[in-house]
Antibody
């Protein structure tokens, strides 16, 4: 069965960096794109971008360029989200989600990681 | 980029039917998918594509689309359906995605 397991909660100071991992199992990692989403406390889901797990090419949503970096290690079926120069407003739960499709117009996120809470505080 | 609009909150009496809607231009090109999120938990896919339910999702959940509006219908709402519901779809103009703002469902 498919599982996406994310790394544990992080407490960081402003200006530091954090790297969140998302380890996939139960399927061929390079067959499905991986997306990232953010959920600030008490807020809705916000799409951050995705990474092509076959080519490693990332695509970032508006507002997530510059400090946010998606990467892969296909040898261990793991996707990473690194956030640099952390700010207090980066405090949120970050999710990875596998992207699937069942037709040219039917796309969806069928499996999600459990989420990683990143807290930025001095 | 596109936007998806959802009502912030909806309520339904136990056992009754409720429809949660999601409106946006991208829905003319792509079907919405729907996610249930209970407090403190990760989102769970409940409806994808034309009207597909993943294994384990009760058949009281169904989806539909008309023009630029997608709907999630819960027929015979149960107490455990109380949660936040999000729609999303691919953006019709670029290779991006967009989420709706979410609907908080209260089962009375």
């Amino acid at each position: 069965q498919v599982h996406l397991v994310q790394s544990g909660s992080e407490l960081k100071k402003p200006g530091a960096s954090v790297k969140v991992s998302c380890k996939a199992s139960g399927y061929t990692f390079t067959t499905y794109a991986m997306n990232w989403a953010r959920q600030a406390p008490g807020q809705g889901l916000e799409w951050m971008g995705w990474i092509n797990t076959n080519t490693g090419n990332p695509t970032y949503a508006q507002g997530f360029t510059g400090r946010f970096v998606f990467s892969l290690d296909t040898s261990v079926s793991t996707a990473y989200l690194q956030i640099n120069s952390l700010k207090a407003e980066d405090t949120a739960v970050y999710y990875c989600a596998r992207e699937a499709n069942s037709g040219y117009d039917q796309y969806y996120f069928d499996y999600w990681g459990q989420g990683t809470l990143v807290t930025v505080s001095s | 980029s596109s936007e998806l609009t959802q009502d912030p909150a909806v309520s339904v009496a136990l056992g009754q039917t409720v429809r949660i809607t999601c409106q946006g231009d991208s829905l003319r090109s792509y079907y919405a998918s729907w996610y249930q999120q209970r407090p403190g938990q990760a989102p769970v896919l409940v409806i994808s594509g034309k009207n597909n339910r993943p294994s384990g999702i009760p058949d009281r959940f169904s989806g539909s689309r008309s023009g630029n509006t997608a709907s999630l219908t819960i027929t015979g709402a149960q107490a455990e359906d109380e949660a936040d519901y999000y729609c999303n779809s691919r953006d019709s103009s670029v290779n991006h995605w967009v989420f709706g703002g979410g609907t908080k469902l209260t089962v009375l």
